[in-house]
């Protein structure tokens, strides 16, 4: 009974282990679009406010 007991807990700590990799993936991926979205945009924002710039 106490192995059929370990061989549960160990179940869990595995399963909570797996949501832990699985919410990393994600912050991961979230990541890399916001610095992706960062970069495209603060290029837009450096030509737009260069072409002001130049009409000025």
Do not use: P, S
Not at 30 to 51: D, E, S
């Amino acid at each position: 009974m106490d192995l059929l007991r370990k061989a549960c807990v160990e179940i869990n700590e595995f399963r909570r282990g797996q949501t832990m990799t699985e919410y990393a993936l994600i912050m991961a991926a979230v990541a890399v679009v916001v610095f992706i979205g960062y970069q495209t945009m603060g290029t837009t924002i450096n030509t737009l406010l260069g072409t002001v710039n130049t009409q000025l």
